[in-house]
T-cell receptor, first 111, second 114 residues
């Protein structure tokens, strides 16, 4: 069974702080996606990374796919209250092409 | 372009009953996937339909079933409900249904089983 562990599980920080969320697995994935989910809504795709070692930036968010394609990180610079939400990573399995979601990181940014 | 819609948004049932949830994908999308989200287990894949055929299935008991119609709308059914079936059920649509294809999620149906 492929598992994606995210850490930390919960994160509560002040506006302006930096943070990093990790997504780790013992399995290799063909690609990895990051989503943000707000209360009462479904997850919204932030980014897809497909190449080992790939780094993508989305304004204050930086995503990295591990060289071995088993892990990923999401770094947020100068967090804002609008960044509050549940962050989910999801890896695509090679054999089935279906997505396996991580355990989630709940971020709260206080003004 | 209208987003993914799910009906109903909230549902309360009792143990032993059955329930049908509906999902209307974004126009032109042929793939619909269903997920169960709970605080304890997170977001788990139920099944995926593409052009009316189930293409992928997760590790859920046979009480969970689904179908897709020719207009790509999809329904999922849960029979003989158990307390543990209480969850947020999300559907997501995409054009091709591949792992690198962008999935658009609906707001979900919150099912409570009493």
């Amino acid at each position: 069974t492929q598992l994606l562990e995210q850490s930390p599980q919960f994160l509560s920080i002040q506006e302006g702080e930096n943070l990093t969320v990790y997504c780790n697995s013992s399995s290799v994935f063909s690609s990895l996606q990051w989503y943000r989910q707000e209360p009462g809504e479904g997850p919204v795709l932030l980014v897809t990374v497909v190449t080992g070692g790939e780094v993508k930036k989305l304004k204050r968010l930086t995503f990295q796919f591990g060289d071995a394609r088993k892990d990923s990180s999401l770094h947020i610079t100068a967090a804002q209250p609008g960044d509050t939400g549940l962050y989910l990573c999801a890896g695509a399995a090679f054999n089935t092409d279906k997505l396996i979601f991580g355990t989630g990181t709940r971020l709260q940014v206080f003004p | 372009k209208a987003g993914v819609t799910q009906t109903p948004r909230y549902l309360i049932k009792t143990r032993g009953q059955q329930v049908t949830l509906s999902c209307s994908p974004i126009s032109g999308h042929r793939s619909v996937s269903w997920y169960q989200q709970t605080p304890g287990q997170g977001l788990q894949f139920l099944f995926e339909y593409f052009s009316e055929t189930q293409r992928n299935k997760g590790n859920f008991p046979g009480r969970f079933s689904g179908r897709q119609f020719s207009n790509s709308r999809s329904e999922m059914n849960v029979s003989t409900l158990e307390l543990g079936d209480s969850a947020l059920y999300l559907c997501a649509s995409s054009f091709r249904g591949t792992s690198t294809d962008t999935q658009y999620f609906g707001p979900g149906t919150r099912l409570t089983v009493l």
